[in-house]
């Protein structure tokens, strides 16, 4: 038997003086399937700057630039109805039809309203993962230390 965490990501986005934070699974369930370049995830509950919202996302490989475009729900980002844009590293490995997002952190060329500045994106692997880690280190220990006490 094989133990897996379905561990869920937080993610963390600055750009331009604003934040962006988010959750998905570390292997979401795409809302389209048409394109081998990208996928989107719709009606993604975010905090802008604190503040709940609602976006929709969409994630492109690297073959059309990387990165992740941010359209907030009835929110003007800095001033334009405009999408968010941050273009730079693929965020996922696999094909966009089963993508799993990878963790680390992450500079990325912000774009809005004609503006162009960075953005940093920040993927953490939520703490269940670590206690799993963990969990699986204790057992070992306990495991030599019980086998140690038997010679």
């Given at each position: 038997m094989v133990a897996k965490a379905d561990s869920i990501d937080g993610f963390t986005l600055t750009e331009f003086g604003h934040t962006?934070?988010?959750?998905?699974?570390?292997?979401?369930?795409?809302?389209?399937?048409?394109?081998?370049?990208?996928?989107?995830?719709?009606?993604?509950?975010?905090?802008?700057?604190?503040?709940?919202?609602?976006?929709?996302?969409?994630?492109?490989?690297?073959?059309?630039?990387?990165?992740?475009?941010?359209?907030?729900?009835?929110?003007?980002?800095?001033?334009?109805?405009?999408?968010?844009?941050?273009?730079?590293?693929?965020?996922?490995?696999?094909?966009?039809?089963s993508p799993t997002f990878l963790t680390g952190q992450y500079s990325l060329m912000g774009e809005h309203a004609q503006e162009i500045g960075s953005a940093i994106l920040v993927i953490t692997p939520e703490p269940s993962t670590f206690m799993l880690l963990g969990s699986g280190i204790l057992v070992v220990a306990g495991a030599a230390r019980r086998k140690l006490s038997r010679v």
């Open positions: 962006i934070t988010w959750f998905l699974p570390s292997t979401p369930t795409p809302d389209n399937s048409a394109s081998p370049h990208f996928f989107t995830l719709d009606n993604v509950p975010v905090s802008y700057d604190g503040i709940p919202a609602v976006a929709d996302m969409e994630f492109a490989s690297s073959l059309i630039g990387g990165g992740v475009s941010i359209e907030i729900a009835g929110e003007d980002f800095n001033g334009s109805p405009d999408p968010f844009l941050a273009l730079g590293t693929q965020l996922f490995s696999g094909q966009t039809s």
